[in-house]
């Protein structure tokens, strides 16, 4: 081992760069620094790994009681027999005239040789001289230097003193830093020195690719994701019940075969670990005797012969099992891989037209394979035909330019063959099918059909569903996402996380999970039983942010839907529960609620509750929009009025007033509108502006979720003519712009 160190403690913990800028010491380096000297200090204290302090020099004395060529000396430490492991220096009283040998301590003479392991040449060796010699693996003494004798060996001690010194000051220097321990959790971070000089603080000092926007929560997809929409069957016996597979599966397929198919239930539930050692879900859509048919294909590069095939659920409350809480970690760690910003979401059953020759009808009856709930504006959408390629279509959704991701949740039903396609219609009118997903056949269960593109500024997507082969179909469309995508990162093994939320962490089955993938990380579990959205609220401040986590991972509404509490009220509790994690920077993992069981007719009021929530914006199209519309000095009647104009398209969502304001006299008013036409001012106005005022950032309230024109009309109010004028500027999100 080399006595000295890749880099100096001065250079390591220097508070500033060569330019004079501050710098925090580099963990990395620190790691690696302290490393070296722990094991300079332990190399030289034993002799491990062949460095020797002292007496590992072993100094035969020659007196001259041999002769010339048959050398006799004496040491104070006997020979060692083990090759190589002693460096021995003897000195020479006479000049050789022949090969030599060594004998020390009275041993029986060794031949001495030269390096290359040769008998010394007569001459070779002088009168004063010293040499250094080693056993080799032949028993022999091999010299491998010699000439001044005692220049070498002054050489050798003074690098030797030089080293011990080097350790000793080390030591103390080390001694002196104050530096802080290290725990787990600090993996990634960098030591910085206090901002009052005293010592050295642990802190997290992210790169460019590794920055976290935290200013909005990172949705993960429970209720349609990871439980596919199915809750506990009645049938389900609950607890943990498991049976092997009989072979190896290959990834996807879309049968299991298993030791007793009996123990299963189809339209069940189920979650298996995958050959990548991460688990799945998946839903029984048939059973052939030990054959279970699934829903979803095979993911995780398939699975292993031998390898247990859960139930998820162990009760109907619903609780998962422990293998079902391992697969909701395992597949919110895959899902939070990519930040991204909902642009666009629609849970309206009016989404959807009709392509070709089928019948689309709302479906309000709360099961398992239906996507939406009792709710006729977020009702699943049934799709009957009988023609190759006929389906639905949804309306175009205009686009900023950039990388998307889009979700559809469906259900193919009776559909021996179908697909979802997504398309875009460009600015130049040219239309593409740019992704392509086909579903696993009848499988009777929902799955979600995800497409990853990018398109340029002005595109226009819309999602098709079709039957691909002729014959009878019937399947279910459902809720559609449109995320714009901002980052892309590894998943946080570093930092502290917090989880936040009911019984699903309580039970501590995903703690445990996420603390065998999260290692480097701090996992502090917060979940209390019977935990609703208010009991979040309220504790908050003392549960997470008096922590100051770097992530939440939030997860509730079992409770609310099993109360019930109203989705308004659940979204507005849970909005100030974000926005309190969101202003301390925190970033927010978000699960939407679970899937509630039919047995205790849980089901509807978790499906209103998930889909008549919204956390994350986007309720309307992929674009804002921002129209002014002014009229100027008009002369009115008494009581007369003109429109200003009608914003270019529909909406569902409310306007926002950015800026807007009437001048003249006091006696007049800007009137908002909602209407089926254009030009419709013939019912109730939303707002009023009155005159010689300034609206700011005003919303235009709207009370349903209908296609609405929004127009703009200047009233004179007073009881004479007048001249007046009005302007507004308005920002709004089209629902339908193609």
């Not at 004395?61 to 090759?83: L, Y």
């Not at 997290?204 to 590794?210: I, L, T, V, Y």
């Not at 422990?322 to 909902?342: F, H, P």
């Not at 519309?629 to 909406?651: K, R, V």
Request: aromatic share 8%; proline share 4%; charged share 15%.
């Amino acid at each position: 081992m080399p006595l000295q160190l890749s880099k100096l403690g001065r250079d390591v913990f220097a508070p500033t760069t060569a330019s004079g800028h501050l710098r925090g010491a580099d963990m990395g380096e620190t790691v690696v620094w302290t490393t070296e000297i722990e094991a300079l200090i332990s190399a030289l204290a034993t002799g491990e790994g062949g460095v020797t302090v002292l007496d590992e020099v072993i100094y035969a004395v020659n007196t001259g009681a041999g002769t010339a060529n048959a050398i006799k000396a004496t040491a104070t430490k006997a020979m060692a027999v083990t090759p190589y492991s002693q460096l021995i220096t003897v000195n020479f009283v006479a000049e050789n005239n022949g090969p030599m040998t060594l004998s020390i301590n009275n041993e029986t003479p060794k031949p001495m040789v030269l390096n290359v392991g040769s008998d010394i040449p007569a001459g070779y060796v002088k009168n004063g001289m010293a040499a250094l010699v080693q056993l080799d693996n032949v028993g022999n003494y091999r010299m491998f230097t010699y000439g001044d004798a005692s220049a070498i060996q002054a050489a050798a001690e003074a690098a030797l003193a030089a080293a011990i010194a080097a350790r000793d000051a080390a030591a103390a220097y080390a001694a002196g830093l104050n530096l802080p321990a290290v725990v787990v959790g600090d993996a990634g971070k960098a030591l910085v020195v206090k901002s009052d000089g005293s010592g050295y603080q642990v802190q997290r000092m992210p790169s460019f690719a590794d920055v976290w926007d935290t200013a909005s929560p990172i949705a993960i997809s429970l209720h349609f994701g990871t439980l596919a929409g199915t809750g506990f069957l009645a049938t389900d016996p609950g607890g943990a019940v498991t049976s092997s597979t009989t072979s190896a599966v290959a990834a996807s397929a879309v049968s299991i075969p298993v030791a007793n198919g009996a123990l299963f239930k189809v339209g069940q539930l189920i979650c298996y670990r995958a050959i990548n050692n991460q688990y799945y879900s998946n839903v029984v859509k048939s059973i052939s005797t030990n054959t279970l048919n699934v829903a979803r294909l095979i993911q995780g590069g398939g699975i292993a012969s031998n390898e247990p095939i859960s139930n998820f659920y162990a009760d109907v409350t619903p609780h998962p099992n422990q293998l079902g809480y391992y697969t909701i970690c395992d597949d919110a760690l895959r899902q939070i891989s990519v930040k991204s910003e909902q642009v666009y979401r629609s849970v309206d059953s009016r989404e959807w037209n009709p392509w070709g020759a089928t019948t689309l009808t709302s479906d309000v009856t709360p099961a398992y394979a239906n996507p939406g709930s009792s709710d006729a504006l977020m009702s699943g959408v049934t799709v009957a035909g009988n023609t190759n390629g006929h389906g639905a279509q949804s309306r175009n959704v205009e686009m900023e330019g950039g990388q998307y991701v889009t979700r559809v949740v469906f259900n193919p039903g009776t559909a021996a063959s179908m697909a979802i396609q997504l398309g875009v219609t460009f600015k130049d009118g040219t239309v593409s099918a740019i992704g392509f997903w086909q579903a696993n056949a009848s499988a009777g269960a929902i799955e979600i059909a995800e497409f990853n593109y990018r398109v340029p500024p002005g595109a226009k997507v819309w999602i098709r569903a079709n039957s691909l082969v002729d014959g009878a179909f019937s399947f279910w469309i459902g809720e559609i996402t449109h995320r714009k995508v901002r980052q892309k990162f590894a998943v946080p093994n570093y930092g502290t996380h917090i989880l936040f939320g009911d019984s699903w962490f309580a039970q501590g089955h995903f703690y445990n999970r996420l603390v065998s993938r999260l290692p480097q990380a701090t996992i502090i579990n917060k979940g209390v039983f019977g935990n609703k959205a208010s009991d979040l609220l309220s504790r908050v401040a003392a549960d997470v942010l008096a922590l100051k986590p770097d992530f939440v991972w939030l997860m509730c509404g079992t409770n609310d839907y099993n109360d019930p509490v109203a989705a308004p009220l659940y979204a507005a509790t849970m909005n100030r529960v974000l926005i309190q994690l969101v202003a301390a920077g925190i970033q927010v993992f978000l699960f939407d609620p679970s899937v509630g069981s039919i047995g205790n007719s849980a089901l509807d009021p978790a499906r209103k509750l998930t889909l008549g929530t919204n956390l994350l914006d986007g309720q309307g199209a992929g674009v804002v929009k921002r129209t002014a519309l002014s009229i100027g000095p008009t002369t009115l009647a008494a009581g007369a009025s003109a429109i200003l104009g009608t914003l270019p398209g529909t909406m569902r969502r409310p306007a926002r007033i950015l800026f807007g304001r009437v001048s003249g006299v006091e006696a007049a008013s800007l009137r908002f509108y909602y209407g089926s036409e254009v030009g419709d001012i013939s019912g109730s106005p939303a707002v009023g502006l009155n005159g010689s005022t300034t609206a700011l950032d005003q919303i235009v309230t709207k009370n349903d979720r209908n296609d609405n024109y929004l127009t703009v009309a200047l009233y004179n109010t007073n009881a004479a003519s007048r001249t007046l004028s009005g302007t507004v500027e308005l920002e709004w999100y089209p629902s339908t712009t193609g």
